[in-house]
């Protein structure tokens, strides 16, 4: 079989349910919808008498319910229960080829693989191959690693970017599937708006020749004297330092009782199981995450952040014309505020080339640490914005796209970018648990 240990990552051993039902056995993200418990309450009942990944998991809406620790043992003692019990089939050593239909009609590609863990990192400017995209916010990952730590299965929201800008990854690997004719090893509709998900095993030596080929390219290109790095965390970045945590942790351990090279290298907490994506997958839409500033005056904020990033102020007519001016380029600001009872609207026209919100936060961070009385928030949709503005003392930020060509190049330059940079598409498009692997023994 193929040898992926150049490239930081190995064939998994899948577990899937022997009778899979999507639309039960499949849930969002643990880390979406953390302020709509309504959500999750429809979820449990979709999800009554059902073998489902969310009883193996701990939604991010309940974390600082009072039952906290009698969640984490539930979860673990299911897990258990599922091995034990017959609810999976025999665990097959693939990978699985993904394509994910969501239900803005948006189809997005993917490859499910298991990362080698002394591969990524994610404190900034690591040579790593793997590397964090946003700023890890370090007391998140504690709690995280009381689920992960001694869990005999993980369940993979985690999903990586490829900077394949040619699609001769993940695309082409679909088209060599698919032109077979081959049964997917799942299908079907996935619940709350999620829309539908099909899988295909990734297993034989042509395929893997296949993956192997492509990926030999892509590190050729991307860690060459002018390139970057090879793959960078997406989605789920705080959950990859847990379980780099978690296997730091336990290879400390293994390391003083005497285990060679070989047994860390075939300890399953050293990987964890997560889904690679193209970048420039057509499926895969990047949104700004925008900014609103409550309590602080307007006026000087604005001229603050035009002295720190350059550029030029200008009024513009309204809603509409400022969201239009703040779309059409990677380098426009657009704010949004009450003046004297009316709502005003200025865009900020910069010559920044790189991630706009790169630039951004620094600046407004130095801002806020003058205003005692100002706070930020961060928040998807201009719509929503524009309703907040209306509605309290605030000032609105609108920030531009995302671009996708300078997305690895920043990253390399800069390191990791602000919190709250970016969305890989809406809440109902992140990556739903399906595919299992077993952790640590039992």
């Known amino acids: 079989m193929k040898n992926f240990e150049k490239f930081g990552i190995a064939v998994p051993e899948i577990l899937l349910p022997k009778n899979i039902e999507t639309e039960t056995w499949a849930v969002v993200a643990c880390d979406q919808y953390t302020q709509d418990r309504e959500y999750w309450t429809q979820v449990e009942k979709n999800c009554a008498g059902k073998n489902s990944t969310l009883n193996l998991i701990f939604p991010e809406v309940y974390?600082?319910?009072?039952?906290?620790?009698?969640?984490?043992?539930?979860?673990?003692?299911?897990?258990?229960?599922?091995?034990?019990?017959?609810?999976?089939?025999?665990?097959?050593?693939?990978?699985?080829?993904?394509e994910r239909t969501t239900s803005y009609g948006r189809t997005r590609r993917g490859l499910v693989v298991a990362l080698d863990l002394d591969c990524y990192e994610w404190k900034p400017f690591s040579d790593a191959l793997v590397r964090a995209t946003e700023a890890t916010i370090l007391e998140r990952i504690p709690p995280r690693m009381e689920i992960r730590r001694?869990?005999?299965?993980?369940?993979?929201?985690?999903?990586?970017?490829?900077?394949?800008?040619?699609?001769?990854?993940?695309e082409r690997l679909g088209e060599k599937i698919k032109s077979r004719s081959e049964p997917p090893i799942y299908s079907g509709n996935l619940m709350q708006e999620g829309g539908s998900i099909k899988g295909w095993a990734v297993r034989s030596e042509s395929d893997l020749e296949f993956v192997g080929d492509a990926l030999e390219n892509l590190y050729a290109e991307c860690t060459g004297e002018n390139g970057t790095f090879l793959f960078a965390v997406g989605d789920g970045n705080h959950s990859l330092a847990t379980a780099k945590s978690v296997w730091e942790?336990?290879?400390?351990?293994?390391?003083?009782?005497?285990?060679?090279?070989?047994?860390?290298?075939?300890?399953?907490a050293r990987y964890a199981l997560l889904e690679i994506v193209n970048l420039y997958d057509e499926g895969l839409t990047f949104e700004p995450i925008h900014r609103v500033v409550f309590d602080n005056n307007a006026d000087s904020m604005i001229d603050f952040l035009q002295k720190k990033l350059g550029g030029e102020k200008k009024d513009v007519a309204n809603a509409a014309a400022l969201e239009q001016c703040v779309k059409n380029s990677t380098a426009n600001f657009g704010f949004s505020f009450i003046k004297n009872g009316e709502q005003k609207f200025v865009v900020l026209e910069t010559q920044i080339k790189d991630l706009a919100v790169s630039h951004l936060q620094p600046a407004l961070d130095e801002f806020l640490k003058t205003q005692k009385a100002a706070s930020i928030d961060y928040i998807h949709g201009a719509q929503e914005i524009?309703?907040?503005?209306?509605?309290?003392?605030?000032?609105?930020?609108?920030?531009?796209?995302?671009?996708?060509?300078?997305?690895?190049?920043?990253?390399?330059?800069?390191?990791p970018l602000p919190r709250k940079s970016f969305s890989m598409g809406e809440a109902s498009e992140k990556r739903?648990?399906?595919?299992?692997?077993?952790?640590?023994s039992v």
Request: with cysteine; glycine share 6%.
């Open 63 to 98: 974390l600082n319910d009072a039952d906290k620790g009698e969640r984490i043992a539930k979860i673990k003692s299911t897990m258990n229960e599922y091995l034990q019990q017959g609810v999976f089939g025999d665990a097959q050593k693939q990978m699985v080829y993904v």
């Open 386 to 415: 524009f309703a907040l503005v209306e509605k309290k003392s605030a000032v609105g930020i609108l920030l531009p796209p995302i671009a996708k060509e300078s997305f690895f190049n920043t990253i390399c330059e800069r390191g």
């Open 150 to 170: 001694n869990a005999p299965l993980e369940i993979p929201h985690i999903m990586l970017l490829a900077n394949d800008v040619h699609h001769t990854l993940i």
């Open 249 to 268: 942790e336990h290879k400390k351990n293994l390391l003083q009782n005497g285990a060679t090279d070989e047994q860390l290298a075939q300890s399953p």
């Open 432 to 440: 739903f648990y399906l595919e299992c692997r077993k952790l640590f």
